[in-house]
């Protein structure tokens, strides 16, 4: 992927995504939860608490939402620290109040871990751990140090040390479990976000080139009649101007002016390649146009096509998707990365599927990454050596992802190993030490003739003007 792209994806942070909006209107709902809890107990419980210091408290919290209403527009997003500020400031705020409300002893105290999961969710690993170090601090201070929760009698309202001791360890606790968790699955959910969008990126550029093809086919078949009538009009012009030269001249002109307009269509399609090919084409066709772009990078790279146990010596014709060309280009040329110098492309068919395996003599995949292969944003710490061999290589971990993405929305199953395995089973030729991919599809799906979906056959509609 180019590095635009690589620079969007991973520069543009989960904090920018979130509105001040969203969060003001969160800070109302705390606001109004903290003045009806203070209320029912003070009215309805005679708790006897220090209303002035706790109006205070919630005051501070609603010039802090007025401020930033009057300040900010409604559309505005925040940043990675005015994220962190906002969050802290509640995080701090709340502890206030529950230090004036009895610490722990308080069973509202369970709401420090609020500001702590919306940190994990949408803010970076390093604001995560400060916020949720100083939701530690703020726990711990308020075990020791609060305001007593009264009564109208003066009766102190506090818990026993062993269930205060309790509620501090699994405020703890959960803080640290929530927001581990919360930020683990943040960040999966975010890297599959944004490797399906550079996947779906991907196939819409191919599916443009594919279209763009079938568009250049099309109008160098539909021009080809036309220049062939013109052709022969002032060639028949030429033998009747014999006596004239100066339009004898010009008509030669136009011959060869037609001549030249039907070079450029027959290379603009493809030696004139009709429609209905860029729908369907050869197993060993799609494979060659898969791998054609990294077969003059300096490996060998040997394609071989055949039956297999019960297959039909007929080769099949095979649908000519975008994901199965793309996706097959990538492992080609993960595999041509990646080689000392050979690389084979096989493709097998039998009367129920369709193989195609890519294999190179290479170091092959690291053994502890090979069930981790296909998550989006992997990629292993290159050698000096690699460097060296590979300037140019300098991916996202994405390549892999896409491939396995694009090829399984075909109907593909991917299986991966390495030659070098002795208990490996997709091959048995000893010259395959590296990394193997095999990638088998059932043949009812891709199959342009034997197919669920077969292509019609016949000759290509006429454009409509």
């Given at each position: 992927?180019?590095?635009?792209?690589?620079?969007?994806?991973?520069?543009?942070e989960r904090?920018?995504w979130?509105?001040?909006?969203?969060l003001?209107?969160?800070?109302?709902?705390a606001?109004?939860g903290?003045?009806?809890?203070?209320?029912?107990?003070?009215r309805?419980?005679?708790?006897q608490?220090e209303?002035g210091?706790?109006?205070l408290?919630?005051?501070?919290?609603?010039?802090?939402?007025?401020?930033?209403?009057l300040?900010?527009?409604?559309?505005?997003?925040?940043s990675?620290?005015?994220?962190f500020l906002?969050?802290l400031?509640d995080?701090?705020?709340?502890?206030?109040l529950?230090y004036l409300?009895?610490?722990?002893?308080?069973?509202f105290?369970l709401l420090?871990l609020?500001?702590v999961?919306?940190?994990?969710?949408?803010?970076s690993?390093?604001?995560?751990?400060?916020?949720g170090?100083?939701?530690?601090?703020?726990t711990?201070v308020?075990a020791?140090?609060?305001?007593?929760?009264?009564?109208?009698?003066?009766?102190?309202?506090?818990?026993p040390?062993?269930?205060l001791?309790?509620?501090?360890?699994?405020?703890?606790?959960?803080i640290?479990?929530?927001?581990?968790?919360s930020?683990?699955?943040?960040?999966?959910?975010q890297?599959?976000?944004?490797a399906?969008?550079?996947?779906h990126?991907?196939?819409?550029r191919?599916q443009?080139?594919?279209?763009?093809g079938?568009?250049?086919a099309?109008?160098?078949?539909?021009?080809?009649t036309?220049?062939?009538t013109?052709?022969?009009?002032?060639?028949?012009?030429i033998?009747e101007?014999?006596d004239?030269?100066?339009?004898?001249?010009d008509?030669?002109l136009i011959?060869e002016q037609?001549?030249?307009?039907r070079?450029?269509l027959?290379?603009?399609?493809?030696?004139?390649?009709d429609?209905?090919?860029?729908?369907q084409?050869?197993?060993?066709?799609?494979?060659?146009?898969?791998?054609e772009?990294?077969v003059?990078?300096?490996k060998?790279?040997?394609?071989s096509?055949?039956?297999?146990?019960?297959?039909d010596?007929?080769q099949?014709?095979i649908l000519r998707?975008?994901?199965i060309i793309?996706?097959?280009?990538n492992?080609i040329?993960?595999?041509?990365?990646f080689?000392?110098?050979?690389?084979w492309?096989?493709?097998?068919?039998?009367?129920?599927r369709?193989?195609v395996s890519?294999?190179?003599?290479?170091?092959g995949?690291p053994?502890?990454?090979?069930?981790?292969?296909?998550?989006?944003?992997?990629r292993r710490?290159r050698?000096?050596?690699?460097?060296?061999?590979?300037?140019e290589y300098?991916?996202?971990g994405?390549?892999?992802?896409?491939a396995?993405?694009?090829l399984?929305?075909s109907?593909?199953?991917?299986?991966f190993?390495?030659?070098?395995?002795?208990y490996?089973?997709?091959?048995?030729?000893p010259?395959?030490r590296?990394?193997?991919?095999?990638?088998?599809?059932?043949?009812?799906?891709?199959?342009?003739?034997?197919?669920?979906t077969?292509?019609?056959?016949?000759?290509?509609t006429?454009?409509q003007v």
């Open positions: 992927m180019a590095e635009s792209n690589q620079t969007f994806w991973r520069g543009q904090s920018s979130i509105r001040l909006r969203t003001i209107l969160l800070r109302w709902v606001i109004i903290q003045l009806t809890a203070i209320t029912v107990a003070q309805y419980y005679d708790v608490l209303l210091l706790c109006y408290a919630i005051g501070i919290s609603v010039m802090g939402n007025l401020t930033a209403i300040l900010f527009p409604q559309n505005k997003r925040l990675e620290f005015e994220n906002m969050v400031f995080l701090l705020q709340l502890s206030i529950l409300t009895g610490g722990l002893n308080n069973p105290a420090l609020g500001p999961t919306i940190s994990a969710n949408v803010m690993t390093r604001s995560t751990l400060i916020v170090a100083v939701a530690i601090v703020l711990t308020l020791e140090f609060h305001l007593p929760l009264r009564t109208s009698l003066g009766l102190v309202l506090d818990i040390d062993i269930l001791f309790g509620n501090w360890a699994a405020i703890i606790i959960a640290i479990f929530i927001g581990a968790y930020h683990r699955v943040s960040s999966e959910v890297s599959m976000s944004e399906l969008a550079a996947t990126m991907a196939l819409a191919e443009k080139l594919t279209d763009l079938g568009v250049v099309a109008a160098a078949h539909e021009l080809g036309p220049l062939a013109i052709k022969l009009t002032s060639a028949e012009l033998e101007l014999d004239r030269p100066d339009l004898k001249e008509a030669a011959r037609a001549d030249r307009c070079d450029i027959r290379d603009m399609g493809r030696a004139g390649k429609d209905l090919h860029l729908r084409a050869p197993l060993s066709t799609v494979v060659n146009e898969a791998a772009p990294h003059g990078r300096g060998e790279v040997h394609f096509e055949g039956p297999a146990q019960d297959g010596v007929q099949p014709s998707k975008p994901e793309h996706g097959l280009r492992l040329q993960n595999a041509v990365d080689a000392r110098a050979n690389v492309v096989e493709a097998e068919w039998t009367d129920g369709i193989t890519i294999m190179d003599d290479g170091r995949y053994p502890h990454m090979i069930g981790r292969i296909g998550d989006p944003f992997m710490r050698a000096e050596s690699d460097q060296r061999a590979r300037p300098e991916g996202m994405l390549g892999l992802f896409i396995k993405t694009l399984e929305r109907g593909a199953d991917l299986e190993a390495n030659g070098s395995d002795p490996q089973h997709l091959t048995d030729n010259d395959r590296g990394a193997i991919v095999k990638v088998t599809w059932p043949r009812k799906l891709i199959d342009a003739q034997k197919g669920d077969p292509v019609p056959s016949g000759s290509n006429r454009i």
